[in-house]
């Protein structure tokens, strides 16, 4: 009957293409965001926070963020501490260690004080101290990074594109060691490296770093569109590519190859004791990253490793005396005077936009797109 009510089998129906049709677009958005396709992605703003990932919590997703840092170095303190209120999260502070207070005793099997730095000695325990912490506590995941860090105002955002892609990554890894406790970053993997200054991809690795080739692993999951990917000549680090063989505004995540850098990187429950066991336990003769570097290539442990370029976390140069920029890496008797601060590869600084965020101003970029 004409202007009369519709069949209940019509109603129907149409309920069921409209649901249909509702599931098809979401299942091609989230195709669209990650892949190699050329197809354009949506991305994903970091005011749509719907409550659907924890990634936007007040631990990025993680149960705790620890921070290494030495005590006196209170000026790094205030700069994370104020940094990180403002984008959202919060930090646990751990204590760094001075080398030269470390007993020979303690020294790790193959440490020579005669030809190694006593602040690479400290880093080493620094982190080893975070490591063991983990397992005494029986923390289910936690990201640590270092005190001079900084990270992009939209850090949720970038937080949750990685998230997806990473699950995916997983796939292939084993599954004997699952995360007990709900991650948004998926429930096998041990190590998420988050930040690091140069990346090498597995399969370009130099012959004397080089894995079995049954072990090699060269997968990649593309995230387009990003626009806080800083924009062509100001992406720095890429030790094994060219940034011109991938379109603008793309983020790569990785089973890494060689990482040099240990700004920032999670570890599970599982990780922080696989870690433990090789890197504080067998010995260390090197630099710490390039040791944690070694742990993942050569998946020392059966350990999962997951990597993103452009790093999302990364050492910030800092306004003032360039001798205090580093606790290990020492710039001798310069007094040199740095008049403007900057931070490689992260394009809406929280650090250089601190002024703005106080303010409830807009972040503005450290470059022009």
Same mark, same amino acid.
């Given at each position: 009957?004409?202007?009369?009510?519709?069949?209940?089998?019509?109603?129907?129906?149409?309920?069921?293409?409209?649901?249909?049709?509702?599931?098809?677009?979401?299942?091609?958005?989230?195709?669209?965001?990650?892949?190699?396709?050329?197809?354009?992605?949506?991305?994903?703003?970091?005011?749509?926070?719907?409550?659907?990932?924890?990634?936007?919590?007040?631990?990025?997703?993680?149960?705790?963020?620890?921070?290494?840092?030495?005590?006196?170095?209170?000026?790094?303190? &205030?700069?994370?501490?104020?940094?990180?209120?403002?984008?959202?999260?919060?930090?646990?502070?751990? &204590?760094?260690?001075?080398?030269?207070?470390?007993?020979?005793?303690?020294?790790?099997?193959?440490?020579?004080?005669?030809?190694?730095?006593?602040?690479?000695?400290?880093?080493?325990?620094?982190?080893?101290?975070?490591?063991?912490?983990?397992v005494e506590k029986g923390v289910s995941s936690a990201l640590i990074m270092e005190d001079d860090m900084d990270w992009d105002v939209h850090v949720k955002a970038q937080l949750a594109q990685f998230a997806p892609a990473a699950q995916s990554l997983q796939k292939d890894f084993h599954k004997n060691q699952s995360i007990e406790a709900p991650s948004p970053y998926g429930q096998d993997w041990d190590m998420l490296w988050l930040g690091s200054c140069v990346t090498t991809f597995d399969e370009d690795l130099p012959e004397h770093l080089q894995i079995p080739p049954e072990e090699r692993d060269s997968r990649k999951i593309l995230i387009h569109d990003d626009p806080t990917v800083p924009p062509p000549g100001h992406i720095l680090g890429n030790g094994s590519f060219s940034w011109e063989s991938y379109p603008p505004q793309t983020r790569i995540v990785y089973v890494p190859g060689d990482n040099v850098c240990s700004f920032a990187y999670a570890l599970s429950a599982s990780g922080a004791q696989k870690a433990l066991q090789y890197m504080g336990l067998e010995g260390q003769n090197k630099p710490f990253d390039n040791h944690l570097s070694d742990l993942c290539r050569m998946r020392v442990n059966g350990i999962r490793c997951v990597s993103v370029v452009p790093s999302l976390f990364v050492h910030h140069r800092p306004k003032g005396k360039i001798s205090a920029d580093s606790d290990i890496n020492k710039a001798g008797g310069n007094e040199e005077v740095r008049e403007v601060g900057f931070t490689e590869n992260i394009l809406y600084s929280t650090r250089l936009n601190l002024g703005n965020l106080v303010r409830g101003l807009e972040p503005e970029k450290q470059w022009a797109v």
């Open positions: 009957m004409i202007g009369g009510r519709p069949s209940i089998s019509l109603v129907l129906v149409a309920a069921l293409f409209v649901c249909i049709v509702i599931t098809f677009l979401s299942s091609r958005s989230v195709r669209s965001q990650l892949g190699s396709t050329s197809s354009p992605a949506t991305w994903i703003s970091s005011a749509k926070k719907d409550g659907k990932s924890d990634v936007f919590n007040e631990t990025l997703g993680f149960e705790k963020v620890f921070v290494i840092g030495l005590p006196e170095r209170s000026d790094k303190r &205030d700069a994370l501490t104020l940094m990180s209120a403002l984008t959202g999260f919060k930090l646990s502070w751990i &204590d760094g260690v001075i080398g030269k207070t470390i007993s020979d005793k303690a020294l790790p099997f193959g440490w020579d004080r005669e030809t190694m730095r006593d602040s690479n000695l400290g880093s080493w325990r620094g982190h080893i101290n975070v490591m063991r912490h983990i």
